[in-house]
């Protein structure tokens, strides 16, 4: 059954738009893939969802011990979101490293896929993501467990999807990002949008 108190289009909007964005991470999947083979490209994504998975769940608990707190934390984590995500606008925004096609080091398949995962884990900018941006999608504003565990498992579906079209169609993206022109006009619409996500979740703080 589909929960009611979660708003699932508006979370799998932000994440979509996270994941979207030009940046080091889909610039090193693509010249893996490219370099190695989709072999080595599927092994990195399995260690990246693995990771990310386990970084949300944590999230998901740290979330749960910070909001139950009282609801002025619940206000603070909103204004904690909208700078959250107007700080990953101007990353977008003013970002032109991801055009680099540097070759990855040899490796075999398993030690990209653990070098996903260790990455993701500790990765500190997905977890305050989803400490802080999650709880805007749960009409309550106090995700239970199980319902922060839900949007953890559609976070990780998200961007592994994503993941995935980038090593099946690895040759096409490398145009883009290596077209620095294009990849500026994408970044800055996707951080134009994802401005406009931290001024609703302001305006949900004091509203």
Do not use: C, Y
Request: aromatic share 6%; hydrophobic share 60%; net charge positive.
């Amino acid at each position: 059954m589909i929960d009611p108190g979660i708003d699932w289009a508006g979370f799998s909007l932000a994440v979509l738009l996270v994941e979207l964005t030009p940046g080091p991470n889909m610039a090193w999947i693509v010249t893996l893939t490219l370099s190695e083979g989709r072999r080595a490209g599927l092994g990195a994504i399995s260690g990246i969802a693995l990771g990310l998975a386990a970084n949300a769940a944590l999230s998901v608990v740290a979330a749960s011990l910070i909001l139950a707190q009282g609801p002025a934390l619940t206000q603070a984590v909103s204004v904690l979101a909208a700078a959250m995500m107007a700080w990953l606008a101007w990353e977008a925004w003013r970002d032109t490293g991801v055009s680099s096609t540097a070759t990855t080091p040899r490796m075999g398949n398993h030690r990209h896929a653990l070098a996903g995962f260790i990455i993701n884990l500790i990765n500190p900018k997905a977890a305050l993501f989803f400490i802080t941006v999650m709880p805007q999608f749960v009409h309550s504003g106090q995700p239970s467990l199980s319902q922060g565990l839900t949007l953890a498992s559609l976070n990780v579906t998200i961007a592994t999807a994503v993941h995935l079209a980038l090593v099946l169609g690895a040759g096409r993206v490398r145009g883009v990002l290596m077209a620095e022109a294009r990849a500026r006009i994408v970044r800055r619409l996707l951080a134009l949008a994802m401005l406009g996500v931290a001024a609703w979740f302001l305006a949900k703080a004091f509203g």
